[in-house]
Nanobody, 124 residues
Framework: VQLQASGGGLVQPGGSLRLSCAAS????????IGWFRQAPGKEREGVAC??????????YYVDAVKGRSTFSRDHAKNTVYLRLNSLKPEDTGVYYC????????????????WGQGTLVTVSS
């Protein structure tokens, strides 16, 4: 049972990235999936969350990324995607995905499974 985050990289300001969170050992549709980031020298912060398909499937975005981010799910690949547009230097950090409890909506009461991080660097 694990989550695998990927899709980070170096991108210029104004560019876009699609982060992937691939699940194995469980069906990600049935869980809330959250994305977090940790900027250099700062604490980890929540970025976005998508509720389980068993609940209302709603998405939640923090103000810093609202309007620039979109969630999607690929059921066949058991993967959750977070697309980040109009990237800014302050979006730089290590991005992590995490799983909430079975059937949870956002925000879940806890996250019980974490993937490794993927580094996003926004710089010209």
């Amino acid at each position: 049972v694990q989550l695998q985050a990927s899709g980070g990289g170096l991108v210029q300001p104004g560019g876009s990235l699609r982060l992937s969170c691939a699940a194995s050992g469980f069906t990600s549709d049935y869980y809330a999936i959250g994305w977090f980031r940790q900027a250099p020298g700062k604490e980890r912060e929540g970025v976005a969350c998508i509720s389980s398909s068993d609940s209302d499937g709603s998405s939640y975005y923090v103000d810093a990324v609202k309007g620039r981010s979109t969630f999607s799910r690929d059921h066949a690949k058991n993967t959750v995607y977070l697309r980040l547009n109009s990237l800014k230097p302050e979006d730089t950090g290590v991005y992590y995905c995490a799983r909430g409890p079975l059937g949870s909506s956002c925000p879940p009461v806890r996250y019980d499974l974490w993937g490794q991080g993927t580094l996003v660097t926004v710089s010209s």
